[in-house]
């Protein structure tokens, strides 16, 4: 990870002090188990309790030499508390450790992640309605289509994070695991009750069976949660990028004061945090490809998974952790520009009330393509001469044959082509 994105929350989290902490954290609850059967005199788990730690110096040290990193860890925890080191990692194989810690190092991070995004739930739900009524042209294939209200993108981005929310919490639920048995999974040296006792006191649940390790389709559901946040927050980027492009200004990411755009053009005010969001989100995919390539691996364990978690897990919660800050930072400061929103819904000459025309003649009973036909000699008319749809409809004998001068002007009601935005924003007042 590039020091300058790193989150201190997920750093310190990923750091290899909290590693070692939470694989010292399983190996006393296994030695307590021990104990509580008798295996474990009282002065020995009283030393181990109160003295049993790590140096990391020395674990590195060890490890350069052995070339395996629990044995190093192992080393420099005996070296702490002598000869009572024989009653640790009794009857276990070292991923029992190491998974299981894994299980707590992502249930952390995870945590964290969630709680960011119920805060960000406030900023999105407040956007929306302080935007409700503000009438914005809506795009499909980014071209003009009907009206909508700027409100109704951060609705959108709302239910989506919620969604996300909700895949993040299985996500965690789905990781809350780990797993005490054994080298290829069968409880050789340690029973299943003991398994039951020893996660207890972690909080985790037991895999109701396992191999040597914690199967990998955990991890990828908890990899698939977070690519999948990071393509919702991608997708509000790229709506703000669109937006703030200088022909459409509608919107704007947060320039802050003393903040350059260009080495070499002083006028620049590029939606950096947006593109950076995309960026970080294409990462994220990639690390999902990996997650799920981790997943199939030789007969009851091989190695392959190791090296590429030691970097996608890690460099996954931080960038998803930044993207979060990010995001928020973007919608908290976004810049709305309510006149260029109302310049670009006037630019096609109200062209888009041209559904609400073509539906009303066809309340009249007018063969639908003939009725199509009509509606859409005007439209074309309006976008290649610049005129406007209104009068081109209003003068239009053909038109004006079949419905009257009032029904026309009902068509081209503001009010009425936006009468379900109040019913839409009503699904969403509760959560205010």
């Given at each position: 990870?590039i020091?300058?994105?790193?989150?201190?929350?997920?750093?310190?989290?990923w750091?290899?002090?909290?590693?070692?902490r939470?694989?010292?954290?399983?190996?006393?609850?296994?030695?307590?188990?021990?104990?509580?059967?008798?295996?474990?005199p009282?002065?020995?788990?009283?030393?181990?309790?109160?003295?049993?730690?790590?140096?990391?110096?020395?674990?590195?040290?060890?490890?350069?030499?052995?070339?395996?990193?629990?044995?190093?860890?192992?080393?420099?925890?005996?070296?702490?508390?002598?000869?009572?080191?024989?009653?640790?990692?009794?009857?276990?194989?070292?991923?029992?450790?190491?998974?299981?810690?894994?299980?707590?190092l992502?249930?952390?991070?995870?945590?964290?992640?969630?709680?960011?995004?119920?805060?960000?739930?406030?900023?999105?739900?407040?956007?929306?309605?302080?935007?409700?009524?503000?009438?914005?042209?809506?795009?499909?294939?980014?071209?003009?289509?009907?009206?909508?209200?700027f409100?109704?993108?951060?609705?959108?981005?709302?239910?989506?994070?919620i969604?996300?929310?909700?895949?993040?919490?299985?996500?965690?639920?789905?990781?809350?695991?780990?797993?005490i048995?054994?080298?290829?999974?069968?409880?050789?040296?340690?029973?299943?009750e003991?398994?039951?006792?020893?996660?207890k006191?972690?909080?985790?649940?037991?895999?109701?069976?396992?191999?040597?390790?914690i199967?990998?389709?955990?991890?990828?559901?908890?990899?698939?949660?977070?690519?999948?946040?990071?393509?919702?927050?991608?997708?509000?980027?790229?709506?703000?990028r669109?937006?703030?492009?200088?022909?459409?200004?509608?919107?704007?990411?947060?320039?802050?004061?003393?903040?350059?755009?260009?080495?070499?053009?002083?006028?620049?005010?590029?939606?950096?945090?947006?593109e950076?969001?995309?960026?970080?989100?294409?990462?994220?995919?990639?690390?999902?490809?990996?997650a799920?390539?981790?997943?199939?691996?030789?007969?009851?364990?091989?190695?392959?998974?190791?090296?590429?978690?030691?970097?996608?897990?890690?460099?996954?919660?931080?960038?998803?952790?930044?993207?979060?800050d990010?995001?928020?930072?973007?919608?908290?400061?976004?810049?709305?520009?309510?006149?260029?929103?109302?310049?670009?819904?006037?630019?096609?000459?109200?062209?888009?009330?041209?559904?609400?025309?073509?539906?009303?003649?066809?309340?009249?009973?007018?063969?639908?393509?003939?009725?199509?036909?009509?509606?859409?000699?005007?439209?074309?008319?309006?976008?290649?001469?610049?005129?406007?749809?209104?009068?081109?409809?209003?003068?239009?004998?053909?038109?004006?044959?079949?419905?009257?001068?009032?029904?026309?002007?009902?068509?081209?009601?503001?009010?009425?082509?936006?009468?379900?935005?109040?019913?839409?924003?009503?699904?969403?007042?509760?959560?205010?």
């Amino acid at each position: 990870m590039i020091e300058r994105y790193e989150s201190d929350v997920i750093k310190k989290i990923w750091s290899p002090e909290n590693k070692f902490r939470k694989w010292l954290d399983v190996e006393i609850a296994i030695t307590e188990v021990w104990h509580g059967w008798g295996e474990v005199p009282d002065a020995s788990m009283k030393n181990i309790r109160e003295n049993a730690s790590f140096d990391i110096a020395r674990i590195d040290e060890i490890e350069k030499r052995v070339k395996h990193d629990v044995i190093a860890f192992l080393t420099s925890v005996e070296e702490s508390i002598g000869q009572d080191s024989a009653y640790v990692h009794k009857g276990i194989t070292s991923y029992d450790v190491v998974d299981t810690a894994l299980s707590l190092l992502m249930r952390e991070s995870l945590e964290n992640i969630i709680s960011k995004c119920e805060s960000l739930k406030k900023t999105m739900l407040s956007g929306a309605f302080k935007y409700k009524d503000l009438v914005s042209i809506g795009r499909t294939h980014g071209i003009h289509a009907e009206p909508v209200v700027f409100g109704i993108k951060y609705l959108i981005w709302y239910e989506e994070l919620i969604r996300n929310i909700e895949r993040l919490k299985k996500a965690l639920d789905t990781i809350s695991v780990g797993k005490i048995s054994g080298s290829v999974g069968t409880y050789i040296h340690f029973p299943p009750e003991g398994e039951d006792k020893a996660l207890k006191k972690l909080d985790l649940k037991p895999c109701k069976v396992s191999t040597q390790i914690i199967q990998r389709d955990r991890h990828m559901e908890v990899m698939f949660a977070i690519a999948s946040l990071g393509s919702a927050f991608e997708k509000i980027a790229v709506e703000i990028r669109h937006l703030q492009r200088t022909d459409v200004l509608e919107a704007e990411e947060p320039f802050t004061k003393g903040q350059k755009g260009s080495s070499s053009m002083p006028h620049k005010r590029n939606p950096v945090k947006c593109e950076r969001i995309s960026g970080f989100a294409r990462i994220l995919r990639g690390n999902l490809s990996v997650a799920m390539e981790n997943n199939v691996l030789w007969h009851e364990r091989d190695i392959s998974h190791s090296s590429a978690e030691r970097v996608i897990f890690p460099d996954s919660f931080h960038l998803v952790d930044l993207m979060t800050d990010d995001i928020k930072f973007v919608l908290e400061g976004l810049v709305v520009y309510p006149e260029n929103v109302k310049r670009n819904l006037d630019i096609t000459n109200e062209v888009y009330y041209s559904q609400r025309v073509l539906t009303l003649l066809l309340e009249k009973g007018i063969p639908r393509q003939k009725v199509y036909e009509l509606v859409q000699d005007n439209a074309m008319r309006s976008w290649t001469e610049k005129s406007g749809f209104r009068e081109l409809i209003m003068n239009d004998d053909n038109i004006n044959e079949l419905c009257s001068k009032e029904e026309l002007e009902e068509a081209f009601s503001e009010k009425a082509m936006m009468s379900g935005i109040d019913k839409i924003f009503d699904r969403f007042r509760k959560d205010l």
